[in-house]
C-alpha cells in the first residue's frame, strides 16, 4: 500500500465490495448477454437475472461425483472461485487502493486466472471421459496462445505508465487522459478484446450456447459436474467473465474509478463500472449475434493476430518514448 | 404414367450373372426384398433405370430349411447392406460376402432368432446386456477413441457414432444404427390398406408424404388402379411442400451449428409459415391425411401471392447467410463427398446430386407429366457448401414446380374405387425431400397387405457420411452430420 493512500478499512471494504460486485454482476452480465441475443433473434428471452435464479437452484441440489474420480474434480471448483476473488479483490475494480494493490502486479492477476484454468483442464481430465479430455486440450491450446497476447499487450501500459502494477497504471491513465487515444491504448485494446472472448468462451472461438458436445472447448470440461458443484463452476466462468469485462473496461476507460478515499466515490464507482461494463457485453453480443464459430484450427489464427497487434502496442510505445 | 414393372423368376445359380448385366446395362438396385411364403422363401431383387422409366424384378426361390443365395457384394455395395438386413431378419445366407456383420441385429437378440420369418412368434426376452458390437480397433501413437451416443443432447434421434481419433483429425468413424428398430415392416403384415397408410406416414415423421405416396402408389399398382391426372398434381404439390419445409429447417439446422443463431431463427420463422400453409392446406402442418389409396383430398391450394412471399423470404434469408464470410469458411471444402465415393455407394438424393450424381426419381420415374418446371439440378463439389446450395436451389425449383402445378387448377378431390382384387403386387417410387423412396406391396386375396417392404433413401446414405469425414476434424462432424441430415428412423425401420 502506498505510504499516502487511504486506510486500511477503506481498502478491506472497496474489496469486499469488488467481490460482492462481481459475484452479482458476472452472472447478472452472462443474463444480459442471453437477452442481447435473444432480442436479435425475435425471441423475448429469459429475464437478465436467470443466471443467478440458475445458480442458485443449482446450489440448493446435491453434488453428484462420478465413481472414478479423484480429489481433483472436487477441489477444482474451489481453486477456480478462490483464485478469481482473490483476483477480484486486488483487482482496480472500483478503487484504485484495493486491498494488497502492492501486489496487483499485471504477472499476479494473469497467472490467478491461469490457475483457474489450469484446475478445470485437469478437472476435464480426471472423470477420463472422451469430452473432458478434448474439452481440456482445446483449452488449454486456446489458453496457451491468448496468454502471451495478454501479457505482452498489459506490457505495453505498463511501459508508458511506467509501472506493472495494474491499480497503478489505472491511476496514471485518469491523470494523462490523453494516453487513452494513443497508437499504443488502441492496438493493445483490440488485442485485449479479442483475448477477453478467447478466455470467456464467447463466439467466435467458443459457443457457450451449444448442446453438441463434439464442439465444446469449456462446456466440454464441465460435462461431468452436477449440482452444487456445477454451480460453483458456473459462479466461476461467471466472475471471470465479471473480472475480465471489468478490467479491460477501467484500463481503457478508466473514469468513474475512485481514487481517494470517500465512501460515496466508491459508490459513485460502482455504478460506473455497472454501465460501463453493461455496455461491454452489450457490444460483445452483438459481435456475437453477427458472427459465427470459427473453424477450430482457424482460432489460432485469430489469437496470433492478437498477439501481433500486442507486439505493435509495444514497439508503437517503446518508439514513441 | 408408371413404367411397366418386368419381372422374371430365376433360379439362384442364375442371379449373379443377371444381376451383373442388368446393372451393366445402366440400372440400380433399389431394393432387395425378401419373403417368406411358408413353404418357401423367396427374394425379389428390384432394379430400377430411367428416363426412360424401366424396372425390373429378379426372383429367386430359396429352401426355407437351407436359404442361400449368392452374394450381390462384389456387384453393387448397396446389395451388400441389403443382405446383411436380409440374413438378420429373415436368416437368408449370401454366400460369399464378405463382411457379414450384424446389421439390423443388436447383440440382446437371442441367437439364430430371425423375427421376419412366419414362425418367429412373438418377441423373445432380450438379454439386458449383449456382446459389444466389434469395432474396428485402429491402433497407433496418439489414437484414441471417442463414443458418441446413442443417446444424445439436444432432440435427436439415436445413434452410436465410434471416432478412431489423432488430436483432432478423425481417422475412422462407424456409425452403428438400428436403436430405433421399431419392427416396421412386420407391423404391415395383415393390417388392411387404409390401415397401411398410417403406418407408412409414421415410418419417419418428417416424410409423411414421401413415404405416405410411395405406399399408395404401390398398393395402386396392386389393384390395377390408374390415378387421374388431377390427382397426380396434387401428389405432386404436396410433395414439393414437404420438400421445402424440410430443406429449410436443415439450412437453419446448418446455421445454428456453426453458431450463427439468427440466421437459424430467421430460417425456422419461415419453416413456421410453411407449416401453417401446410395446415390450411391439408388440415395438417405435417401433410398426414390428405393421400389415401385412390384417394387425394386438399382443402385448397396454396395462392400465388404466398409462393411469392415464400420465394422472397428464402432469397432474402439467403442473402443473409451467403454474406458471413465465416460461415462460408466453414462449410467450403468441408467433408468432401467425390462423385465416384457417391456413386460406388451407391448414394441418394441431395446427397448424391450435391456431388454431381443425375438421380432423381422425378426424373427417372416421373408420376405427373405436363406443366412440369422440374429441374434436375446438381452441384460439383460435394463439401458442406454444395449441400447447402443444393437444399437452396431445390426450393426454389420446388416453388416454381408447385406454382407450374397450381396453375393447371387440378380438382381438389379426386377418387378412383378400390377393386377387390386377388393377390397381387405393386412397387412405388417417389423421390422424397430426402431422395428415393421405394416401397413394394404384397396384397393378399382378402385385400389386406402380406408385406411391405420399405427402402429409404437413408439406407443408401449412411455409409456416405463416414466416408466424407476423410480428412475432416472432430468439432466440424455436428456440422456434417447436419448437412446429411439422414433419418434414423426411415433407416432403422
Known amino acids: 500500500m502506498t505510504p499516502d493512500g487511504p486506510p486500511l478499512g477503506y481498502a478491506i471494504i472497496a474489496s469486499i465490495l469488488q467481490v460482492a460486485l462481481i459475484v452479482l454482476g458476472g452472472p447478472l452480465l452472462m443474463g444480459l448477454m442471453a437477452k442481447v441475443r435473444a432480442r436479435a433473434e425475435g425471441r423475448v428471452g429469459a429475464p437478465i437475472h436467470q443466471p443467478l435464479r440458475d445458480l442458485r437452484k443449482l446450489m440448493g441440489k446435491e453434488g453428484l461425483r462420478a465413481h472414478h474420480s479423484s480429489a481433483v474434480l472436487a477441489v477444482a471448483p474451489l481453486v477456480v472461485l478462490g483464485s478469481t476473488t482473490l483476483a477480484v479483490a486486488i483487482s482496480p475494480l472500483v478503487t484504485t487502493h484495493p486491498l494488497l494493490s502492492a501486489s496487483s502486479d499485471l504477472f499476479v492477476i494473469v497467472y490467478l486466472l491461469l490457475t483457474g484454468s489450469i484446475a478445470m483442464a485437469l478437472a476435464g481430465l480426471d472423470t477420463g471421459t472422451a469430452f473432458g479430455g478434448m474439452g481440456s486440450s482445446r483449452a488449454i491450446t486456446i489458453g496457451a496462445l491468448a496468454e502471451p497476447a495478454l501479457l505482452v499487450a498489459v506490457i505495453a501500459l505498463s511501459i508508458q505508465a511506467r509501472t506493472s502494477n495494474l491499480p497503478a497504471i489505472v491511476a496514471a491513465t485518469i491523470t494523462h487522459p490523453v494516453w487513452t487515444s494513443t497508437p499504443t491504448r488502441l492496438l493493445a485494446l483490440v488485442a485485449i478484446v479479442i483475448v477477453v472472448i478467447a478466455e470467456t468462451g464467447r463466439l467466435p472461438v467458443d459457443n457457450p450456447n451449444t448442446h453438441l458436445e463434439l464442439t465444446m472447448i469449456h462446456e466440454a470440461m464441465t460435462l461431468e459436474y452436477a449440482g452444487s458443484d456445477l454451480g460453483l463452476v458456473t459462479l466461476g466462468a461467471a466472475m471471470r467473465l465479471g473480472l475480465l469485462f471489468a478490467l479491460l473496461m477501467n484500463l481503457f476507460v478508466p473514469w468513474g474509478v475512485a481514487t481517494g478515499s470517500s465512501i460515496l466515490g466508491l459508490l459513485a464507482a460502482v455504478v460506473f463500472l455497472a454501465l460501463k461494463t453493461s455496455l461491454l457485453a452489450v457490444a460483445v453480443s452483438l459481435i456475437e449475434v453477427h458472427s459465427a464459430k470459427l473453424r477450430l484450427f482457424r482460432v489460432p489464427e485469430l489469437l496470433a493476430g492478437g498477439f501481433v497487434l500486442a507486439v505493435l502496442a509495444v514497439i508503437t510505445q517503446l518508439a514513441t518514448r | ?428 417410387i417417389v423421390e422424397g425431400w430426402r431422395g428415393s423412396i421405394v416401397h413394394r406391396v404384397e396384397l393378399d386375396v382378402a385385400g389386406v397387405v402380406a408385406r411391405c417392404c420399405i427402402a429409404d433413401p437413408s439406407f443408401f446414405n449412411w455409409p456416405a457420411l463416414a466416408t466424407s469425414l476423410a480428412d475432416t476434424i472432430v468439432p466440424d462432424f455436428p456440422l456434417i452430420n447436419k448437412s446429411f441430415n439422414l433419418s434414423y428412423a426411415g433407416n432403422d425401420l
Open chain 2, 1 to 428: 404414367m408408371t413404367g411397366r414393372r418386368k419381372t422374371l423368376e430365376l433360379p439362384a445359380s442364375a442371379l449373379h450373372a443377371t444381376a451383373k448385366q442388368t446393372l451393366e446395362s445402366g440400372y440400380r438396385l433399389a431394393l432387395i426384398a425378401a419373403h417368406d411364403d411358408g413353404e418357401s422363401l423367396r427374394v425379389v431383387y428390384v432394379f430400377t433405370s430411367g428416363p426412360p422409366d424401366h424396372r425390373l424384378e429378379l426372383t429367386v426361390r430359396l429352401n426355407p430349411n437351407d436359404p442361400r443365395v449368392p452374394t450381390l457384394s462384389d456387384l453393387s455395395f448397396p446389395a451388400s447392406r441389403f443382405e446383411r438386413q436380409m440374413h438378420d431378419t429373415f436368416g437368408v445366407i449370401p454366400e460369399g460376402h464378405p463382411f457379414l456383420r450384424p446389421l439390423v441385429r443388436h447383440s440382446h437378440w437371442p441367437e439364430h432368432w430371425y423375427p421376419m420369418r412366419h414362425d418367429a412368434g412373438p418377441t423373445p426376452a432380450m438379454a439386458h446386456e449383449g456382446v459389444p458390437y466389434p469395432f474396428i480397433e485402429v491402433r497407433g501413437t496418439g489414437v484414441y477413441e471417442i463414443p458418441v451416443g446413442p443417446v444424445h443432447a439436444g432432440l435427436i434421434e439415436p445413434g452410436h457414432f465410434r471416432f478412431s481419433v489423432v488430436g483432432e483429425t478423425i481417422l475412422k468413424m462407424t456409425a452403428r444404427l438400428w436403436f430405433l428398430h421399431r419392427g416396421i415392416e412386420r407391423m404391415f403384415q395383415g393390417v388392411n390398406i387404409n390401415e397401411g397408410l398410417q403406418i407408412a406416414e409414421r415410418i419417419s415423421g418428417d416424410t409423411a408424404v414421401g413415404h405416405g405416396l410411395a405406399y399408395c402408389m404401390a398398393v395402386e399398382e396392386a389393384q390395377g388402379i390408374d390415378v387421374s391426372h388431377d390427382a397426380r398434381v396434387i401428389r405432386s404439390i404436396l410433395l414439393e411442400l414437404e420438400r421445402i419445409y424440410n430443406h429449410v429447417g436443415d439450412i437453419g439446422a446448418m446455421c445454428s451449428d456453426v453458431g450463427f443463431g439468427v440466421a437459424h431463427a430467421r430460417a425456422m420463422v419461415i419453416r413456421e409459415q410453411l407449416l401453417r400453409l401446410n395446415e390450411s392446406v391439408t388440415g395438417h402442418r405435417l401433410l398426414r391425411g390428405s393421400i389415401l389409396p385412390g384417394l387425394t383430398s386438399v382443402r385448397r391450394l396454396p395462392t400465388s401471392a404466398e409462393l411469392d412471399n415464400v420465394a422472397s423470404e428464402l432469397s432474402q434469408l439467403m442473402e443473409f447467410i451467403s454474406s458471413n464470410s465465416t460461415v462460408f469458411d466453414r462449410f467450403e471444402g468441408t467433408a468432401v463427398l467425390l462423385a465416384d465415393d457417391a456413386e460406388a455407394i451407391g448414394t441418394l438424393g441431395v446427397v448424391a446430386r450435391a456431388s454431381g450424381q443425375r438421380v432423381d426419381a422425378r426424373h427417372s420415374q416421373p408420376f405427373v407429366s405436363g406443366g412440369s418446371a422440374f429441374r434436375l439440378i446438381t452441384q460439383s463439389q460435394g463439401d458442406v457448401l454444395a449441400r447447402f446450395t443444393q437444399r437452396s436451389d431445390e426450393m426454389r425449383n420446388s416453388l416454381e414446380l408447385i406454382r407450374g402445378h397450381v396453375g393447371l387448377s387440378p380438382r381438389l378431390e379426386s377418387s378412383e374405387a378400390l377393386s377387390q382384387p386377388g393377390s397381387a403386387s405393386g412397387l412405388g
